[in-house]
């Protein structure tokens, strides 16, 4: 199938690779030259793990062209970004490709699918996408060009393994014909549970979904913080009972529910937000959500409660990254860490394997890292931070673990959310 995709950042640039990797012909489009130039020449414009070779190895084009793009393809994807600005999610970005995308279906004679693929409220695809597709085509949806929407749910830091090894597959369409047509972009992928519901329905699974987990992290967290005023109870071990039960024993999704300095990323803060700004404007009020989002506020500054006095000391700060697997730094735990030891008179000095921020001081190795530090807290837990317990041996700085990733016996003075 000939498919353009409009958006080359996480979700589109990894969805084109990924497709054009089982044979489909994909074109990307971006509004931005770099970007483009960075597309075209194999070369990965953010850090994902397995995306520089996918890119070397499929045929996978990118243009400016996104007229051009429409005509010569059967099926469009919408990939572009829709932030929240603090009242509703922000559709400029939807709205302008929706127009664009029907101004090139005007002169095309073929039939065309456009199919919404970025995060929008129930009801956006039908009243806000199609009414500015017939408009700007002066065709009909359904009689002249169908309409979909299918839902991503790819994780930064294993998005192309989550996309190559997809769980579900939801195909939101308008009509039998949308639906057929969606199902042939997927027919690779044959042996994957596969949902055709509507396009609303679509829309809402991809919220659902994504209130579930950030509410087991701040359930795990909520948890966390009753076992840190509790005498002898570690929040791990509270876990591994948790864990244990047969009702979710061996489920992927128990790596949500583990406690920790609270969730970032461009997904789970936006999304959160939107769903309980979206229920408030139906009349539903949404106060799971709104604990979710209040929980995962606060926890951060938790990490630096547990520090006491650092006014005049040198404290690192290790991770800068969301998440560990991506440069991501959208929403990051560190930031209101970072905020809150510079207020309280420390000296901080921050460190990531990959995330860099302008206007922070940071480290270029981990060893330069603790080199000097009176206190050490983990935000992010890479993998290269296992060695801190070796590195940091002999020299007695404070270590607050904001991930449990290392154990109390590994340090003279360690400190740690849900550890009483």
């Not at 998440?323 to 510079?342: C, N, W």
């Not at 931070?385 to 007695?396: H, I, S």
């Amino acid at each position: 199938m000939r498919v353009s995709i409009v958006g080359t950042g996480y979700v589109g640039l990894v969805t084109g690779a990924c497709l054009a990797e089982v044979g489909h012909e994909v074109v990307c489009v971006d509004m931005t030259y770099d970007r483009v130039a960075m597309v075209n020449s194999k070369v990965a414009p953010f850090h994902e793990p397995e995306l520089p070779e996918l890119l070397a190895a499929v045929n996978l084009k990118a243009t400016l062209d996104l007229d051009k793009a429409v005509r010569e393809t059967e099926l469009t994807l919408i990939c572009v970004g829709t932030p929240f600005d603090g009242k509703q999610i922000d559709l400029s970005y939807v709205e302008s490709v929706a127009a664009q995308i029907g101004e090139a279906m005007r002169g095309k004679d073929d039939y065309h699918v456009v199919v919404v693929k970025s995060t929008v409220v129930p009801g956006t695809t039908e009243k806000v996408v199609l009414p500015l597709l017939e408009k700007h085509s002066g065709k009909r949806a359904g009689a002249d060009f169908g309409v979909g929407m299918n839902p991503e749910f790819l994780s930064e830091g294993t998005a192309v393994q989550d996309s190559r090894e997809p769980d579900r597959i939801v195909l939101g369409g308008i009509d039998e014909r949308t639906w057929g047509a969606m199902a042939a972009l997927y027919q690779p992928w044959d042996d994957i549970p596969t949902l055709l519901v509507g396009v609303a329905a679509a829309e809402m699974i991809k919220y659902a979904s994504n209130a579930l987990q950030a509410t087991l992290i701040s359930f795990s967290n909520e948890m966390a913080n009753l076992a840190a005023s509790v005498g002898g109870v570690d929040i791990v071990d509270v876990e591994k009972g948790l864990h244990a039960s047969h009702l979710i024993r061996d489920a992927p999704v128990l790596s949500f529910l583990k406690s920790g300095c609270g969730f970032g990323g461009s997904c789970f803060p936006k999304d959160l937000a939107a769903l309980a700004a979206f229920g408030a404007a139906q009349g539903v009020t949404m106060p799971i959500a709104a604990s979710v989002l209040e929980i995962n506020r606060a926890q951060p500054l938790k990490l630096v409660e547990l520090l006491g006095d650092v006014s005049g000391k040198r404290v690192t700060v290790l991770g800068l990254a969301f998440k560990p697997g991506t440069d991501d730094v959208r929403e990051s735990p560190a930031f209101p860490v970072i905020a809150a030891l510079k207020d309280k008179g420390a000296q901080v000095l921050a460190y990531d394997p990959v995330a860099t921020v302008d206007g922070l001081d940071q480290a270029e190795s981990l060893v330069d890292a603790l080199d000097g530090a009176d206190a050490v807290v983990l935000v992010t837990s890479w993998p290269e931070f296992a060695q801190v317990p070796t590195l940091v041996k002999g020299r007695d700085p404070v270590v607050v673990d904001g991930r449990r990733m290392w154990t109390p016996d590994q340090f003279s003075d360690y400190r740690a959310l849900g550890l009483s």
